[in-house]
Nanobody, 126 residues
Framework: QVQLVESGGGSVQAGGSLTLACAAS?????MGWFRQPPGKEREGVGT????????KYADSVKGRFTISKDNAKNTLYLQMNSVEPSETAAYYC??????????????????????WGQGTQVTVST
């Protein structure tokens, strides 16, 4: 069973940067980052198709967040720049094992993924 272990959460000031990491213990066809602010639903931040590195982002983070994957380390990253207090949330890494042609339309949906990390807290202060 593939496991996901996140790291890198913490506190950052508004306008600052933070990088999250998610180490996978086995093969995945696509991976994603999600976040869940207190009292709100989980939302997709970005996704990557691991075979060719194609990415897709939520409109709210385009141009500020970057997803990448180091295949040698089998680790997914989320580089967050110009963060805002409203982005305070628990951030989760997710992975899907089976490949599918529906990644582009479904990759930002939580239901797309089979596996989830434990989550890491990001707090953005003013």
């Amino acid at each position: 069973q593939v496991q996901l272990v996140e790291s890198g959460g913490g506190s950052v000031q508004a306008g600052g940067s933070l990088t999250l990491a998610c180490a996978a213990s086995g093969y995945t066809s696509s991976m994603g980052w999600f976040r869940q602010p207190p009292g709100k639903e989980r939302e997709g931040v970005g996704t990557i198709r691991t075979g060719d590195g194609v990415t897709k982002y939520a409109d709210s983070v385009k141009g500020r967040f970057t997803i990448s994957k180091d295949n040698a380390k089998n680790t997914l990253y989320l580089q967050m720049n110009s963060v805002e207090p409203s982005e305070t949330a628990a951030y989760y890494c997710a992975a899907r094992l089976a490949s599918s042609l529906n990644w582009f339309t479904s990759g930002l949906r939580a239901s797309w993924y089979n596996l989830w990390g434990q989550g890491t807290q990001v707090t953005v202060s003013t």
